[in-house]
């Protein structure tokens, strides 16, 4: 049932794509699968190869609107025109699967033949990997005798834009009636058919910040008579992450790191002005909710004695994914029934930044990592133009997210 299209000649796979779960039931979802595997994978390349970066997936969002609507579900785009939301099934009772549909701004370098055709823009974290899943769980759901409630397939634009799409779905009422919610990240660590889950936090809370610097700037043989921005900017550098560590809980995981810093041209003159860009990482909930006044007040102190302006401008991202327990024991389970134990392994808390903790804020549910790894050869990380996966995950994730989303219907 292949209607997702852009490129026709990407849309098959090589060959038949194994299912590492055939045979584990149910009957319906083993007959979907059957043929459904490899639709799959032509959805995946597809969206490979057509990537759109945060609240610009305007054709990504189209695509898959039309797939399902062509099963017979009724789509409904969020108001900012990108991203939707679809049930599928009857009742009161309703559980929610997530996939997130944006790009990154990378230029990709796999050499794959459904590699992005747009300059510049890459799904470079999988994003294309988990729609499909969610697509195909949306799509076999459908295909069901039968169901003990309500699936809602969220897509949501820009969780790769702070502080997150996920906000906007929140927004639209999405997650009202909503028991639990239920989401795979592709993780090139773990092999294919194993799935990392983990009880409480997942991810960390993750802050943008940046601190401009004025200065009446001067000539670097008289600083006496002037503001040293430059002098301003190192203190800041290695003063503040140094001092941040005296002010939080050691065991928060809490760490600031610079990524950018800009200013001055000449080498004799002092400039006037400058700017210090970086993240702001902690593991625990509660030491997010109060780091920002914390970053202002170290900022001030640094800087009171050298006369320099500053300006602060702190962007929250988002809170950490913490998993709750029953909802990460669903997905352990799921893992378990079609791979055996051995399916199921246990994952670490990562610095980075997930937005589908808003959604955590307002229902119950978890995250789990979906083994994409082929076994052999490197481990192609995410957020680099060299990404890749092994499309036998895909069968694998659409098993694990429709049974964890039956069993709490159950």
């Known amino acids: 049932m292949t209607v997702l299209q852009a490129r026709p000649e990407l849309s098959g796979p090589d060959g038949p794509v194994t299912d590492l779960g055939a045979g584990t039931g149910p009957a319906w979802l083993d007959t979907w699968l059957a043929s459904g595997r490899d639709d799959l994978v032509t959805w995946r390349r597809l969206l490979h190869a057509d990537p759109e970066l945060g609240r610009a997936e305007h054709r990504t969002t189209a695509v898959i609107a039309r797939t399902l609507l062509a099963a017979g579900l009724e789509p409904r785009t969020l108001p900012g025109g990108t991203g939707l939301v679809c049930d599928v099934g009857y009742g009161e009772r309703c559980v929610a699967l997530r996939a997130d549909l944006d790009a990154l701004p990378l230029q990709e370098e796999t050499g ?123 203190l800041l550098i290695t003063q503040l992450p140094l001092l941040l560590t ?66 602060i401008d702190y962007t929250r991202g988002v809170p950490p994914v913490v998993n709750e327990a029953v909802s990460s024991g669903m997905l352990r389970d799921a893992a378990i029934t079609l791979g055996g134990l051995e399916a199921a392994a246990d994952t670490e808390q990562s610095s980075g930044g997930e937005d589908f903790a808003w959604y955590l804020e307002k229902v119950p549910g978890a995250m789990a990592r979906l083994g994409v790894w082929p076994g052999v050869g490197p481990m192609k990380d995410i957020h680099q133009s060299t990404f890749d996966l092994d499309e036998r995950a895909l069968p694998v994730g659409v098993r694990v997210l429709i049974n964890a989303a039956l069993s709490a219907l159950a």
């Open 112 to 234: 794959l033949p459904f590699a992005s055709g747009t300059p510049d823009v890459m799904h470079a974290c999988g994003h294309d990997a988990h729609t499909a899943m969610v697509l195909g769980a949306g799509l076999a759901l459908a295909s069901a005798p039968s169901l003990p409630g309500r699936v809602r397939l969220v897509f949501q634009p820009a969780e790769e834009i702070q502080p997150g799409g996920a906000l906007d779905v929140v927004a639209d009422g999405a997650m009202e009636g909503v028991e639990r919610i239920f989401a795979l990240h592709c993780d090139p660590r773990l092999e294919v058919g194993k799935l990392g889950t983990r009880v409480g936090p997942i991810t960390s809370a993750c802050d943008v910040v940046e601190v401009r610097l004025t200065s009446p700037g001067g000539h670097t043989a008289r600083p006496h008579l002037t503001a040293d921005l430059v002098e301003a900017l190192g």
């Open 246 to 311: 005296r002010h939080v809980d050691p065991r928060s995981g809490t760490v600031l790191v610079w990524g950018a810093v800009q200013s001055g041209e000449a080498a004799n003159a002092i400039p006037q002005s400058g700017v210090l860009r970086g993240t702001l990482r902690t593991a625990d909930h509660d030491t997010w909710t109060g780091i920002e006044e914390k970053f202002r007040s170290l900022v001030a102190a640094v800087l009171a004695p050298l006369g320099v302006g500053y300006v």
